[in-house]
């Protein structure tokens, strides 16, 4: 059983800028695959941001790109998403999840099925 566990999330206005953090403790996830993604009550839960093991392959959502920023660093076992030019729009809880799958690791990943463990989501509300 993999935990992962998300921080970082809370209330902004709109311009501001939030940093989500993922960590898992007692595991190491630096070899594969992960994501973010966030979910809309009501709604399906959607893609915003995946990096493959090493984040030589990255993915944005059209809807966050030049905004947001997925990174990863591997030495801390640590996955973020810098989220900056925050919108209303933006407002969902995020949730980080892992692929343990050394064969999907050399690349990113967009769908849910795709994706093993997930983080319990942080709340993040964007205010006009």
């Known amino acids: 059983q993999v935990q992962l566990v998300e921080s970082g999330g809370g209330q902004v206005q709109a311009g501001g800028s939030l940093r989500l953090s993922c960590a898992a403790p007692g595991r190491t996830f630096s070899s594969f695959a992960m994501g973010w993604f966030r979910q809309v009550p009501g709604q399906e839960r959607v893609i915003v941001a995946a990096t493959s093991w090493n984040g030589a392959k990255i993915y944005y959502a059209d809807s966050v790109k030049g905004r947001f920023t997925i990174f990863r660093d591997n030495a801390k076992n640590a996955l973020y998403l810098q989220m900056d030019s925050l919108k209303p729009e933006d407002t969902a809880v995020y949730y980080c999840?892992?692929?343990?799958?050394?064969?999907?690791?050399?690349?990113?990943?967009?769908?849910?099925?795709?994706?093993?463990?997930w983080g319990q989501g942080t709340q993040v509300t964007v205010s006009s």
């Open positions: 999840a892992v692929s343990l799958s050394y064969y999907n690791a050399n690349s990113y990943h967009t769908g849910t099925d795709d994706y093993d463990y």
